[in-house]
C-alpha cells in the first residue's frame, strides 16, 4: 500500500498540466527534463501519460517508437490504442505502408471519435499507397467529422480521379472549396475543370483561390495556371475596320516554330477514361463536325483527347476555335498535330 501510495503521489508531483502548457509553447527541452526526473517513480496510467508526452517531444525515431510500444504493451486499452495511432504515423511518414495496417488493426467503435477518425485516415493513405483503393475508400468513408473530414474527403476524391469518376470528384471538391475555406481543394477543382475541358471554370475557380489565399502555397500554382489559360482560352476581340466588316485579332500563341507543312488540330480536353471522352464528345458532336477521340500516353498515362480538325495553319484553327467556342460555350486548344 505505500508503494502504491507513493507512486500515486509521486504522479501527482508531476504536473502534467504545467508540463503540456511547455509543449505547447514548444519548450520541448524542458518538458522532456521534467518528465525524464520523474518518470522512474510512476506506474499505472500516469507513467503512461508520461510515455506519451515523452514521445510526443523526442527528436529520435527509435526511442519515441519504443516508448509508443511500451505503452500498447501496458494493457490500458484507451492509452494503448491512442498509441498504436501515434505509432501507426511514424511508421506513415516512414514510407512503412504494412505497418501501418498492422499497428492499427481493428479500430475500436468505442474510442476516442478524435483518435478512431485519425485511425481510420491513416489507414486509408497507406492501403492507397499500397495500391488497394478499394479498402482505402472504405477507411476514408468512415472519416465523417474532425480535422480529418475534408482531407478524407479530398483523398475520396483523388480516388474518384483514378478511376475516371471526374464528375464525382468535382462535386467533393466543390462541397469542400465552396465554403472557401481550403485552397487546396480549390486547387484540386480548378484541375478537374481542366481535365472536363471546362476551362472558363477553371478560370474562375483559379482566380478565387488567388483572391482569398494569396499567401498560400497554392497561389503561385494558381496563379501560372492563370498565365497558360489566359494564353489559351483568350477569345479573340472583334475590331471594326473601316469597310464596316470584322476583323479578328489572334491571341492564343504556342512557343512553337511551325514548318511549311505542320498541321493543326483543336483540343477541347482530356480525359483518363474512355468512356468520359465520347460521352463528352457526343455532346460536342451536335454542334461540331469530324469529332475524334485520340489515344496517347504522356507521363507512363493513358489519355484519351477529345480533337477535331486538321488546319493547314494557326490562323484557321484559331478561328474555328472561337466559332465553337460561341456556338458550345467550350474552349480549345490550337495543338500542332503530331
Given at each position: 500500500?505505500?508503494?502504491?501510495?507513493?507512486?500515486?503521489?509521486?504522479?501527482?508531483?508531476?504536473?502534467?498540466?504545467?508540463?503540456?502548457?511547455?509543449?505547447?509553447?514548444?519548450?520541448?527541452?524542458?518538458?522532456?527534463?521534467?518528465?525524464?526526473?520523474?518518470?522512474?517513480?510512476?506506474s499505472g496510467k500516469h507513467l503512461d501519460q508520461a510515455r506519451m508526452m515523452l514521445a510526443s517531444?523526442?527528436?529520435?525515431?527509435?526511442?519515441?517508437?519504443?516508448?509508443?510500444?511500451?505503452?500498447?504493451?501496458?494493457?490500458?486499452?484507451?492509452?494503448?490504442?491512442?498509441?498504436?495511432?501515434?505509432?501507426?504515423?511514424?511508421?506513415?511518414?516512414?514510407?512503412?505502408?504494412?505497418?501501418?495496417?498492422?499497428?492499427?488493426?481493428?479500430?475500436?467503435?468505442?474510442?476516442?471519435?478524435?483518435?478512431?477518425?485519425?485511425?481510420?485516415?491513416?489507414?486509408?493513405?497507406?492501403?492507397?499507397?499500397?495500391?488497394?483503393?478499394?479498402?482505402?475508400?472504405?477507411?476514408?468513408?468512415?472519416?465523417?467529422?474532425?480535422?480529418?473530414?475534408?482531407?478524407?474527403?479530398?483523398?475520396?476524391?483523388?480516388?474518384?480521379?483514378?478511376?475516371?469518376?471526374?464528375?464525382?470528384?468535382?462535386?467533393?471538391?466543390?462541397?469542400?472549396?465552396?465554403?472557401?475555406?481550403?485552397?487546396?481543394?480549390?486547387?484540386?477543382?480548378?484541375?478537374?475543370?481542366?481535365?472536363?475541358?471546362?476551362?472558363?471554370?477553371?478560370?474562375?475557380?483559379?482566380?478565387?483561390?488567388?483572391?482569398?489565399?494569396?499567401?498560400?502555397?497554392?497561389?503561385?500554382?494558381?496563379?501560372?495556371?492563370?498565365?497558360?489559360?489566359?494564353?489559351?482560352?483568350?477569345?479573340?476581340?472583334?475590331?471594326?475596320?473601316?469597310?464596316?466588316?470584322?476583323?479578328?485579332?489572334?491571341?492564343?500563341?504556342?512557343?512553337?516554330?511551325?514548318?511549311?507543312?505542320?498541321?493543326?488540330?483543336?483540343?477541347?480536353?482530356?480525359?483518363?477514361?474512355?468512356?468520359?471522352?465520347?460521352?463528352?464528345?457526343?455532346?460536342?458532336?451536335?454542334?461540331?463536325?469530324?469529332?475524334?477521340?485520340?489515344?496517347?500516353?504522356?507521363?507512363?498515362?493513358?489519355?484519351?483527347?477529345?480533337?477535331?480538325?486538321?488546319?493547314?495553319?494557326?490562323?484557321?484553327?484559331?478561328?474555328?476555335?472561337?466559332?465553337?467556342?460561341?456556338?458550345?460555350?467550350?474552349?480549345?486548344?490550337?495543338?500542332?498535330?503530331?
Amino acid at each position: 500500500m505505500v508503494v502504491v501510495g507513493s507512486a500515486i503521489l509521486q504522479g501527482a508531483s508531476l504536473n502534467f498540466r504545467a508540463v503540456r502548457k511547455e509543449i505547447n509553447r514548444k519548450e520541448y527541452d524542458n518538458a522532456r527534463n521534467t518528465i525524464e526526473k520523474n518518470i522512474d517513480g510512476l506506474s499505472g496510467k500516469h507513467l503512461d501519460q508520461a510515455r506519451m508526452m515523452l514521445a510526443s517531444v523526442e527528436t529520435k525515431t527509435e526511442r519515441a517508437v519504443r516508448l509508443y510500444r511500451e505503452i500498447i504493451s501496458s494493457g490500458r486499452k484507451r492509452e494503448a490504442f491512442k498509441a498504436r495511432v501515434e505509432l501507426a504515423k511514424i511508421y506513415y511518414s516512414l514510407g512503412s505502408y504494412r505497418e501501418v495496417l498492422e499497428t492499427l488493426g481493428r479500430i475500436p467503435g468505442d474510442s476516442r471519435s478524435e483518435e478512431r477518425m485519425e485511425a481510420h485516415y491513416f489507414k486509408g493513405l497507406a492501403s492507397k499507397q499500397l495500391g488497394d483503393s478499394e479498402k482505402a475508400e472504405i477507411e476514408f468513408g468512415l472519416v465523417d467529422r474532425g480535422e480529418y473530414l475534408y482531407w478524407g474527403y479530398m483523398a475520396l476524391a483523388e480516388i474518384d480521379i483514378q478511376y475516371g469518376r471526374v464528375g464525382a470528384a468535382v462535386e467533393r471538391y466543390e462541397t469542400i472549396a465552396g465554403s472557401h475555406s481550403n485552397p487546396v481543394a480549390g486547387f484540386k477543382l480548378g484541375e478537374c475543370y481542366e481535365i472536363l475541358g471546362e476551362q472558363e471554370k477553371a478560370i474562375n475557380v483559379y482566380g478565387n483561390l488567388t483572391r482569398l489565399f494569396p499567401e498560400s502555397l497554392e497561389a503561385p500554382q494558381a496563379r501560372e495556371k492563370l498565365r497558360v489559360l489566359d494564353r489559351i482560352t483568350s477569345r479573340k476581340k472583334p475590331i471594326a475596320s473601316k469597310g464596316g466588316e470584322r476583323e479578328e485579332t489572334a491571341v492564343s500563341r504556342i512557343d512553337d516554330a511551325p514548318t511549311s507543312d505542320q498541321l493543326y488540330t483543336l483540343q477541347f480536353g482530356a480525359f483518363s477514361v474512355r468512356e468520359n471522352a465520347d460521352i463528352f464528345a457526343d455532346k460536342l458532336r451536335k454542334t461540331i463536325e469530324g469529332l475524334r477521340v485520340e489515344v496517347s500516353e504522356s507521363r507512363g498515362r493513358i489519355w484519351y483527347r477529345v480533337r477535331t480538325g486538321r488546319y493547314p495553319n494557326r490562323e484557321k484553327a484559331e478561328a474555328d476555335a472561337l466559332r465553337f467556342m460561341e456556338q458550345t460555350g467550350y474552349s480549345s486548344k490550337v495543338l500542332p498535330l503530331e
